[in-house]
């Protein structure tokens, strides 16, 4: 099914970035498979592959799950609710990881997708209200593509941590986003606070050490339900 730049069959990606991810043409049998939703934060710019907490969280339970890194650079929740769409019947998911990018992006639909900053002209009518109602649509939608399919969902946030949920009981990481994961403050080891930034290769994006440290609390709250 496809309309517009919707569809439910066809994943397509950034020229520039492509999938970090393998190749599902032919998909291989057997394994559940783990969609990991984001924007450059989760394909992460300026870092290897191996680098990124996405690429860490896909060496979980290998025996038993399939992960496919869809990040994009620029990604919208929007955006990341249409490539969920997209792999409906492609990498048909059993999970759904998504680290949610600033609320206040939108995707802009034109003679192609564009992905606009909340500082972008056309937004300037835009505010708190609206990007978080803007956000809750894409979560409504999000979960009733895993309420009709069956996955399992686990939320966070690449920036600013909000906690949406109405169901407590929902899997969301709590206060820790990967911005705020480090320096962190180690009270076994270090016994201090690490001083010094991370920041990946770009200089602008944040540094494997960010990555790391995020897919440890990650794994700490979710790895018993990667099964």
């Known amino acids: 099914m496809k309309y ?6 066809e994943l397509t990606t950034i020229k520039e970035y492509p999938f970090r991810c393998p190749s599902w043409d032919p998909m291989p049998d057997g394994k559940k498979n783990a969609v990991i939703l984001g924007c450059s934060h989760t394909w992460g710019v300026g870092l290897e ?11 979980h339970n290998t025996d038993r799950i399939r992960y496919w890194n869809l990040g994009q650079p620029g990604a919208s929740p929007e955006s990341v609710v249409r490539m969920l769409y ?18 206040s ?9 564009n992905n606009l900053l909340g500082t972008h002209e056309t937004l300037r009518h835009e505010n708190a209200k609206t990007d978080i109602n803007n956000f809750l649509k894409s979560v409504f939608f999000l979960e009733k593509f895993a309420e009709k399919n069956n996955c399992l969902t ?4 690449s920036d600013n941590y909000t906690d949406f949920r109405t169901d407590k009981d929902s899997l969301l990481l709590e206060d820790y986003t ?11 080891t270090a016994r201090d606070l690490h001083p010094e930034p991370s920041l990946a290769g770009d200089g602008v994006h944040y540094g494997a050490e960010h990555h ?9 709250r979710f790895g018993a339900k990667l099964i």
């Open 4 to 9: 517009g730049f919707y569809s439910d069959n």
């Open 178 to 188: 990967l911005r705020n994961c480090w320096p962190h403050w180690d009270k076994f």
């Open 105 to 113: 992006r939108r995707e802009r639909l034109e003679n192609h997708t």
């Open 49 to 59: 592959t191996h680098e990124t907490w996405a690429h860490k969280i896909s060496q």
């Open 86 to 103: 997209s792999c409906e019947k492609v990498l048909h998911p059993n999970i759904i990881i998504v680290m949610w990018p600033e609320m």
């Open 154 to 157: 686990m939320h966070c946030f």
């Open 212 to 220: 790391e440290r995020f897919a440890e609390l990650f794994l700490q």
